[in-house]
């Protein structure tokens, strides 16, 4: 499945897309006498149409495409997506980007190659991790580049940039505020699995490049009881002045009391950048006063009003991925000659790129570098305590 979404119009762009100007238009009329029309020198003959394999043909306008899930157990998440780099298009008025979306719930690979196909010589998405693996050497092979939603780093490199939320930025943040704040003795629940194997990496380095100490950090299994019997083993090595809660927010909240009924009534709780996506993480009592970081929602709030406006339900969190990842192909497209080679090198501007979550960069190891703030949740919201950095 495909679809084309295109813009006619340029103006000002509104949110962070900046202003584009116009340049004015001549014609050119030529000199010398008027020639006159040829009388037709027999019947004239219908011209036959001419058909071709795939999309029509685009000289005006850059060919990009967007892959993620249209069908299937992510179809909401990856429709958001494309309404989000629709919404992009529209609200930056450029007229020179087309975007093409294929569905990767049938094979991200098969959409890759239709993509490629098709002429588009920049890839944004996939979303899920094994997707961007299978679409990873078909796209290097075509020298074309992927800017990818998802936040698996083992996935990054070799042509592919990740722009997801990574868990191990999000707890330095935090722990780095913390420690401005006299907290030097730490402890940690994690889950066991993949996220919370990176969390306890993330960690332990964090804690340590802080010159903090990590008296004990125990895994779980998402069961009943499970988190309950970590908690109690944890408090052999208590007290802590923070205890960080590498999980989304309703095992948080659902933690916190037992760690109170283990002597740890005094330690803050910290979070992670999972916090950010749930949208009751401020109604839960449990949490008041927890700190955790995560990209800025400022400029999201005016985006999700305007994404509810013109698509009539409110977004995924994530979904500001594929806008900004419109963003940063119009920034880049100045240096990006129409029918040419997406400009790779671009992607590596020390500078980095502004979007709705914020500052943002590509590292050495092609992974986006957020410039992430802190929040604490107090009675009933959250209050930003420590405000993003504008810039690198």
């Given at each position: 499945?495909?679809?084309?979404?295109?813009?006619?119009?340029?103006?000002?762009?509104?949110?962070?897309?900046?202003?584009?100007?116009?340049?004015?238009?001549?014609?050119?009329?030529?000199?010398?006498?008027?020639p006159r029309p040829r009388a037709p020198t027999g019947p004239s003959q219908p011209q036959q149409p001419v058909f071709e394999q795939g999309i029509p043909k685009d000289t005006a306008r850059h060919r990009v495409a967007l892959l993620v899930p249209l069908s299937g157990s992510n179809a909401g998440v990856g429709q958001s997506l494309a309404n989000a780099t629709q919404l992009a298009l529209l609200d930056s008025r450029n007229e020179s980007v087309r975007i093409t979306t294929y569905d990767t719930a049938p094979g991200a690979a098969a959409a890759a190659q239709r993509a490629l196909a098709d002429g588009n010589q920049l890839i944004l998405g996939p979303l899920l991790a094994d997707d961007v693996r299978a679409v990873a050497p078909i796209a290097k092979q075509a020298h074309v580049p992927v800017v990818s939603y998802s936040n698996d780093t083992t996935a990054a490199g070799n042509g592919v940039y990740l722009m997801g939320y990574v868990p191990a930025q999000s707890i330095a943040r935090v722990v780095e505020y913390?420690?401005?704040?006299?907290?030097?003795?730490?402890?940690?629940?994690?889950?066991?699995?993949?996220?919370?194997?990176?969390?306890?990496?993330?960690?332990?380095?964090?804690?340590?490049?802080?010159?903090?100490?990590?008296?004990?950090?125990?895994?779980?299994?998402?069961?009943?009881?499970?988190?309950?019997a970590a908690i109690t083993r944890m408090a052999k090595s208590a007290p802590y002045q923070a205890v960080l809660i590498a999980d989304g927010g309703n095992a948080a909240a659902a933690g916190v009391p037992v760690l109170r009924r283990n002597g740890m009534g005094g330690a803050r709780i910290i979070g992670t950048e999972l916090w950010n996506s749930d949208s009751t993480i401020a109604g839960k009592v449990a949490l008041n006063?927890?700190?955790?970081?995560?990209?800025?929602?400022?400029?999201?709030?005016?985006?999700?009003?305007?994404?509810?406006?013109?698509?009539?339900?409110?977004?995924?969190?994530l979904s500001s991925l594929g806008y900004d990842s419109v963003l940063l192909t119009i920034r880049i497209m100045r240096d990006w000659p129409i029918g040419t080679a997406f400009p790779e090198d671009k992607l590596r501007d020390r500078g980095g790129f502004a979007g709705i979550d914020g500052a943002f960069r590509f590292g050495r190891d092609s992974v986006a570098e957020r410039a992430l703030e802190v929040q604490e949740i107090r009675s009933g919201t959250t209050v930003t305590v420590s405000p993003a950095p504008t810039g690198f």
């Open positions: 499945m495909q679809r084309r979404i295109g813009i006619r119009r340029l103006g000002q762009a509104s949110l962070v897309a900046g202003a584009i100007v116009l340049s004015g238009c001549q014609t050119v009329v030529p000199r010398g006498p008027v913390a420690k401005a704040h006299g907290v030097t003795s730490f402890g940690g629940l994690v889950p066991n699995g993949v996220y919370g194997e990176r969390a306890s990496t993330a960690f332990l380095r964090a804690v340590e490049s802080a010159g903090g100490r990590v008296g004990s950090l125990q895994t779980y299994d998402r069961v009943t009881g499970s988190m309950s006063g927890a700190w955790f970081a995560s990209v800025s929602d400022g400029l999201y709030r005016q985006y999700a009003a305007k994404y509810r406006a013109r698509f009539g339900s409110a977004p995924f969190r």
